[in-house]
């Protein structure tokens, strides 16, 4: 059985989770009428998915142990950036976060000894080290890119595969 503290803080969770999807979502979205980033476009749009499979995945969770899980309200995300640049420091700067969020529920099960939650949230706390480093290199490489034209070319051509070897089920 959760605690009404561990619920709301796992709540909590679920509505950030949501929030990633979304403004993945919204990434995917302006990616997409840029001209010459459809790879970045679906890179979000994949990324947007996981996002909403983690929130589905805690909101079942809190209602296997008792709880209730609640469907949040979002508020509209960002829909333009100023660059791909810009947009990708966000990205890691909203997946350090998420990272934050869990190392604090990670805390507060174990100060609460509720064991079941800390070993649920095990898996988030690996999926966060593997979506931080991601967002990590692709940072880098948009850094060493710079305004080259065909290394942007090139960035999203091969970002996909950044995907496929981070191991992304």
């Not at 679920?14 to 919204?26: G, I, N, R």
């Not at 980033?37 to 008792?66: C, P, T, W």
């Not at 947009?87 to 079941?116: P, T, Y």
């Not at 931080?132 to 091969?158: H, M, P, Q, T």
């Amino acid at each position: 059985m959760l605690s009404k503290s561990m619920q709301e803080a796992l709540n909590n969770q679920v509505k950030l989770e949501a929030a990633s999807s979304h403004t993945y979502l919204a990434m995917a979205s302006w990616a997409e009428i840029q001209p010459g980033l459809d790879n970045v476009a679906e890179y979000f749009f994949q990324q947007s998915e996981e996002e909403r499979v983690h929130m589905l995945k805690l909101m079942r969770f809190i209602n296997e142990r008792g709880g209730f899980a609640l469907v949040p309200t979002l508020e509209q995300p960002v829909l333009t950036f100023k660059s791909l640049k810009n947009m990708f420091e966000d990205f890691l700067k909203g997946e350090q976060h998420v990272s934050n969020s869990i190392n604090e529920l990670v805390d507060m099960a174990l100060r609460e000894k509720d064991f079941a939650t800390h070993n649920f949230l095990q898996w988030y706390v690996s999926e966060q080290i593997e979506e931080e480093r991601s967002a990590r290199v692709l940072n880098d490489k948009l850094e060493l890119i710079g305004d080259d034209k065909s290394g942007l070319y090139l960035f999203d051509r091969d970002i996909m595969s950044t995907r496929q070897q981070g191991g992304k089920r």
